[in-house]
């Protein structure tokens, strides 16, 4: 595998640091480097796995940890993005953004994706790896209908007020909750929010920017649209046949969004 130099710099550092200390059992390499797909504008994913033992202990260490592996520049944790275990940091310069996940030996096991073993301890995360199967989560599609005729409902309210900045943002929420996984779920790719769409569904990409608005009414209604008949198709092609349709709420949130639209014209 080719990689960028600073990318391969911080590795092996990291992979001799982590090596010498004894509470630790062996560093994994996700993300893009598992799928050997690294490039300058690459993170680097790594699930560092810790004896039971020690954990806790490593856990209050980890920011000095993170330290020892480079020029540390700033570290926080991922409580925002549901992983405590996170410690996201950005190294530099040049600046480098890499994640640390700081797991128990036996927590490896549950995993999204089959990272690659820098190194370990006698064979043991190898081990642990090897006694599961990764499996990344589909997205929930109940949740999603739940919530999106709700978001719909909310987007309209904020054309209408003017608070043209908030319709923009959750224009985006919608995007990342809804449109952009299920697009990608279309293609059997990874569901992670819009990312890689571009690549793996060009034609979904091209539907989905049109619901990027700028900060004015009509950008922001046409772009409400567009989401509401991406949503309606993808839903009707992926979606299985137990799923709880909101009707009602459904003809309500479109009803609405039509009524704010025609009371924007008359303005």
């Known amino acids: 595998m080719t990689i960028p130099a600073p990318h391969a710099a911080f590795l092996a550092t990291a992979v001799e640091v982590l090596a010498a200390d004894e509470r630790l059992v062996g560093v994994?390499?996700?993300?893009?480097?598992?799928?050997?797909?690294?490039?300058?504008?690459?993170?680097?994913?790594?699930?560092?796995?810790?004896?039971p033992s020690a954990y806790e202990a490593v856990l209050a260490d980890r920011r000095a940890i993170a330290a020892r592996l480079g020029s540390l520049l700033v570290a926080f944790t991922g409580e925002h993005v549901g992983e405590?275990?996170?410690l996201i940091c950005l190294y530099?310069?040049?600046?480098?953004h890499v994640d640390l996940k700081f797991v128990q030996l036996d927590d490896a096991v549950t995993r999204v994706e089959d990272p690659i073993v820098l190194w370990e301890r006698d064979?043991?995360?190898?081990?642990?790896?090897?006694?599961?199967?990764?499996?990344?989560?589909?997205?929930?599609?109940?949740?999603i209908e739940d919530r999106f005729w709700v978001l719909t409902h909310y987007v309209a309210t904020k054309v209408g007020r003017g608070e043209l900045l908030e319709a923009v943002d959750?224009?985006?929420?919608m995007r990342y909750l809804a449109l952009g996984p299920l697009a990608l779920m279309s293609r059997g790719a990874r569901p992670t929010g819009v990312r890689k769409l571009e690549q793996v569904a060009p034609d979904l990409a091209r539907q989905i920017s049109r619901t990027v608005a700028t900060c004015e009414v009509d950008a922001c209604l046409v772009a409400l649209e567009v989401?509401?008949?991406?949503?309606?198709?993808?839903?009707?092609?992926?979606?299985?046949?137990?799923?709880?349709?909101?009707?009602?709420?459904?003809?309500?949130?479109?009803?609405?969004?039509?009524?704010?639209?025609?009371?924007?014209?008359e303005v």
Do not use: K, N
Request: charged share 25%.
């Open 28 to 51: 994994a390499a996700g993300g893009s480097y598992a799928a050997d797909a690294v490039d300058e504008f690459s993170d680097l994913d790594l699930v560092i796995a810790v004896e």
């Open 84 to 86: 405590p275990r996170l």
């Open 92 to 96: 530099g310069p040049p600046p480098l």
């Open 123 to 143: 064979g043991r995360l190898g081990r642990v790896l090897a006694d599961g199967v990764a499996r990344y989560p589909d997205p929930d599609m109940q949740a």
């Open 170 to 173: 959750a224009l985006a929420f």
């Open 227 to 265: 989401a509401i008949e991406t949503y309606r198709r993808l839903r009707d092609e992926i979606a299985a046949a137990d799923l709880q349709r909101h009707a009602a709420a459904e003809a309500a949130a479109v009803a609405y969004v039509r009524e704010v639209a025609a009371r924007c014209q």
